[in-house]
């Protein structure tokens, strides 16, 4: 057993959750649920397993907030914290080889980057989006999750990252209803993190140089920053067509076309509809935007 604890965030998770446990506790010292108060056997699963603690959080619609509130209040007493999803599985190559390199890590690596590959319809997404690549497993004490809406990524406080070669799984169990309705909740948070881009109405934009991010998260920052500046849904059309016939996920039949289509153009083209829709009402007046993503989207800047 590795010097590790695992945390996770759960609502609702009774489909994914025993899954996820079933794979994490034969390396993991502890495994911190941190729940928003779920109304399905969530809880009641998860208190199956002797090694996990149930702390219970209101959810206030910011994932890094409630990392942050679970790695600050877990009594974490272990050298390494791995973040994961309730839908999310380390793959078998991967564990063993956590349970080689973690132990002889030396003291000034951090954090560790990991490879997540997408499950869509029970298959890999092998091309159009993969690799990608995320720091998930840190030294406690060493790193938080930075404070963003969307595409929020755990940043060091010091030390260095090194890479493991294997992967690990998002493999959502959910339809495809379930799956839109999920990216039409995320839509608006994109679309204001977009704004913020656009028009530094949190004054984050000035702090993104000083994060300690990943390499890879540092470039995918950067080409948001360049995707920003593009026409609303000529991007999004753009972006399809860079996933699907540059990256080949053409090639991953029907079920790649699908997942390209949704994941790469029409999430992208409703996140540019609910911008354009702000912008008409607003125009570009910065305190206009936030007292309208207030009132109307409960999202506070």
Same mark, same amino acid.
């Given at each position: ?81 791995? $973040? =994961? ?5 380390? *793959?078998? /190559?991967?564990? !063993?080889?956590?349970? #080689?390199?973690?132990? %002889? ?42 404070? $963003? =809406? ?5 940043? *060091?406080? /010091?030390?260095? !990252?090194?890479?493991? #070669?294997?992967?690990? %799984? ?132």
């Amino acid at each position: 057993m590795l010097d590790l604890s695992v945390i996770i965030l759960t609502y609702n998770e009774e489909l994914h959750i025993r899954r996820c446990l079933e794979n994490v506790k034969s390396i993991a010292k502890a495994i911190y649920i941190v729940d928003s108060y779920s109304t399905d056997k969530t809880l009641e699963i998860a208190k199956e397993y002797n090694q996990v603690v149930v702390l219970q959080h209101k959810w206030e619609n910011n994932y890094a907030k409630q990392f942050n509130w679970g790695l600050g209040n877990a009594p974490v007493t272990t050298e390494w914290v791995l $973040r =994961l999803d309730a839908d999310e599985y380390l *793959l078998p /190559e991967l564990i !063993a080889e956590m349970e #080689e390199k973690l132990p %002889a890590m030396d003291e000034g690596v951090t954090g560790v980057i990991l490879k997540r590959r997408h499950i869509f319809m029970d298959r890999w997404m092998k091309r159009g989006i993969y690799p990608v690549k995320l720091l998930r497993l840190f030294r406690y004490g060493k790193g938080m999750c930075e404070q $963003r =809406l969307m595409d929020e990524h755990i940043q *060091l406080l /010091e030390g260095k !990252a090194v890479e493991f #070669e294997y992967d690990f %799984a998002d493999h959502n169990l959910n339809n495809l209803s379930w799956f839109c309705h999920k990216h039409v909740d995320y839509a608006i948070r994109e679309a204001v993190d977009l704004l913020d881009m656009e028009y530094d109405l949190t004054g984050a934009a000035k702090e993104d140089e000083h994060r300690h991010l990943t390499e890879q998260a540092i470039h995918k920052r950067a080409m948001k920053h360049r995707y920003v500046k593009q026409p609303l849904f000529v991007r999004s059309f753009l972006y399809f067509c860079y996933r699907y016939f540059l990256k080949g996920a053409c090639l991953d039949g029907k079920i790649g076309f699908i997942w390209t289509f949704f994941q790469g153009w029409w999430y992208r083209t409703l996140v540019d509809a609910k911008i354009f829709e702000i912008k008409k009402i607003c125009g570009s007046d910065k305190t206009k935007m936030k007292d309208y993503i207030s009132t109307y989207y409960k999202i506070q800047l």
